[in-house]
């Protein structure tokens, strides 16, 4: 469903040193119903991959297929589309501060055209996924941290997206509410969405024994089928 | 579509009232701006009205020779009346400005004992005349000197009134320009506050912005809200404007009769009503939409 064929991506640099080279001949593919975990430090350039994908911006050099589609020759006003066929968390949530959860998540369903009927049936249904029922009116500043990324989590899987892309979802949590974000990814990927997880927290990976991507500064060093956190 | 459209409405309204406290400070510069604007365009007629009372007060007076009859000068105003830049010529003869003038000094004693001393009228008969323009005496006076009937003149008194003339021309002429560039300069800082208000406003909203655009949300989907938002500020912003200027109007009516005469506020806001409705609506909503538009641009790079 996802293919990258020698991405390179490279930023100016500002102050007149060398261009900064955030991804450097990227190649990789990623089928329907796989859970892909992409490791690296930070700066190794799995955000700047991340950023390829949803179409912010264009690849220096190389393309990236999605279910075909190569992005770069994507129209300006169909990447919106593009975008609502992925899900995404990301690690300081976005959820919108004036908007409460249920309109958080509502949100999604309102930009796909969706009825009122199937918001006020969805909404609630994956509320209970994610353990947020009685949180449905507040507004995410009354949440805790862990409980905005579970309402990040059901805004980004409640209009059933070919694939969930998290960035770092579990930066800001602490070890318990990381480990309930996990599970709850793998109940998702289970369902029969594609997941992709960037993350560096090396406990994550290595109980999660799914397929690893390894990156370091811009390269894919590692990308094995059962993979383990090593750097 | 139309699912869209009734979403994008109810959450403009729903982001309006959340955000009341922000919503209320757009609102009020708003209304400032919009008052200025009113003020300017209601009190351009009252400028107008101040230039026409200096110029009535001008005119140039016209004497006849004593022994000039009174039917030769009536011949003459008929004559002077035809000329078209010519608005009013009045007739003054030897007895009324005898009568005039002893209205006018009774009670100044010197005065009068000269007059009894003189024995006779020493007045000479004139035609007071007043052009449709200032600038147009110089005209009128050209025309009378060279005239058939030059020779039963005895003066114009145009040469001596000249620098008065001069003076209200150069007057009116300068009130007429300041107000037009006080106007601009008003109207462009008020249209400027205004934008950077709602600017700044929508800055609160930039992260929501980008992260709606990721998400998938279509543009206008993002923009409408903004739009709503910012056709309520403007229609709410006219109304509390309105009222202004109706208080305004009312409570200075007086005032401004005594200052200004001939000009009254509450008869130009009356007699203007629909415009001045137009105008505040048209002002308020106006910049609502386009400032949203232009400060929203930039947060949909995403």
Known sequence: MLSLKNVTKIYPSRVGGDPIVALDKVSFDIDNREFVSLVGKSGAGKTTLLRLILAQENPTEGDILFEGNNLREIKKKDISKLRRRIGVVFQDYKLFPSKTIFEN?????????????????????????????????????????????????ARSLIHRPDVIMADEPTGNLDPYNTFEIIKLLVKIYELGTTVILSTHDKEVINTLGKRVITLDQGRVVRDEERGRFIL | MLNSFKRVIKAGFKAFFRNAGLGAATIFVMVMVIFLVTMLWLLNPASEILVENIQEKVDVSVYFKKDAQAEEILQAKSEITKISEVREVEYVSKEQALEKFIERHKDDPTLMESLTEVGENPFLASLNIKAQQASQYEQV??????????????????????????????????????????????????????????????????????????????????????????????????????????????????????????????????????????????????????????????????
């Not at chain 1, 994610?130 to 989590?153: H, W, Y």
């Not at chain 2, 620098?163 to 107000?179: A, E, H, L, Q, Y």
């Not at chain 2, 005594?258 to 203007?272: D, E, H, R």
Request: glycine share 10%; hydrophobic share 50%.
């Open chain 2, 141 to 302: 006076a050209s025309f009378l000197e060279s005239s058939d009937f030059s020779g039963i003149i005895d003066k114009v008194d145009y040469h001596q009134r000249k620098p008065v003339i001069d003076k209200v021309i150069s007057m009116t002429n300068n009130i007429n320009k300041f107000g037009i560039v006080l106007g601009i300069v008003l109207g462009v800082i008020a249209v400027l506050i205004a934008y950077n208000t709602i600017r700044l406003a929508i800055y609160n909203s930039s992260r929501e912005i980008s992260t709606m655009r990721l998400v998938g949300a279509s543009n206008w989907f993002i923009r409408g809200p903004f739009l709503i938002q910012g056709i309520i500020v403007g229609v709410l912003a006219g109304l509390i404007t309105l009222i202004i200027t109706f208080g305004v109007s009312y409570g200075f009516n007086a005032k401004v009769a005594s200052i200004l005469s001939g000009v009254s506020m509450m008869s130009l806001f009356l007699s203007n009503f629909w415009t001045i409705i137009l105008i505040q609506f048209v002002t308020g909503t106006g910049l609502g939409i386009i400032s949203s538009m232009i400060a929203i641009r930039k947060f949909l790079k995403v």
């Open chain 1, 105 to 153: 998540i509502a949100y999604i369903m309102e930009v796909m055209g969706a009825s009122d009927d199937d918001i006020s049936r969805d909404v609630p249904q994956v509320l209970d996924i994610v353990g947020l029922t009685d949180k449905a009116f507040n507004f995410p500043s009354e949440l805790s941290g862990g409980e905005c990324q579970r309402a990040a989590i």
